[in-house]
């Protein structure tokens, strides 16, 4: 055996509190789309109806919501058929919620890579996207032409409604950092997960409009940056919507918060992840 001796280069992350190299990120571009191409893949091997079901579950539960709260309490809809504001709620609500529960459960569900190959750790949540944005494309798609058929054609706005979609992902990304990093370390908060998209179901203008809320709590109300996204997205696609008003600047102010810490967080958090997942 030779008696050179052994170079061993040890990779560590940088301490402290800074945010993910981005440059470093697109450096592992090919990783990003093999890790998402695989979620992709999975979400849809095997099954009887593939990617119809991204269609069906928002049609399925438009309908559902159209009939016990559209025609049982008559919750209004801001002038458009309740069945059509449903499904474009419901078409949002999905991706977000979708979105945020594939992000928490990403880093954990990857532990085996994690704990055995390095790369930047914030590629795993993003790769997470995928499925989601897939899913939220096909539904769009159908939305769109039902709005069309049915003779309620968004007007001009709907150009928008790819910048509303982005800042959507952005925000479901932020959430998904806190959340995801959260899961490493204290794993019961996966149980918490469903719960608190329960929650956001029903404190985000999805199945009612902004108007129930009461003027005096709109600000307060607009702290959840889901809101402004959801008014404006329905902005964007009915034609009689109105427009979303000041929750915009409060719940983009609120995800961009919620993106940011997420980000300082989560790079913070990786550097113990091999050693806790």
Known sequence: MSDQPVTVTEITPPGGWRLPALRQVLSYGDLVYFLAKRDVTVRYKQTLIGALWAV?????????FSAFLGQLTDVPSDGAPYALFALT?????????????????????????????????????????????????????????????????????VVLAPAVFAMAALIAFGIGLWLSALVVRYRDVSLAIPFLILVLLFLTPILYPLSLVPDAYHTLYSLNPLVGVMETFRWTMLADAPGP????????????LLLVSGLFYFARAEQRFADVI
Not at 56 to 64: E, R
Not at 245 to 256: M, V
């Open 89 to 157: 709620g419901m078409t949002m609500w999905l991706f977000l919620a979708g979105a945020i529960g594939r992000t928490s459960e990403s880093t954990l569900a990857s532990s085996e890579l994690i704990s055995k190959v390095y790369f930047p750790r914030v590629i795993v949540p993003l790769a997470a996207l995928a499925a989601p944005i897939a899913d939220f494309a096909a539904a769009f798609v159908v939305l769109l032409v039902l709005l069309v058929v049915t003779g309620h054609a968004p007007g001009p706005q």
């Open 245 to 256: 008003g000041a929750s915009l600047p409060i719940s983009a102010a609120t995800g961009l």
């Open 56 to 64: 069906i579950q928002p049609l399925l539960l438009a309908g559902i």
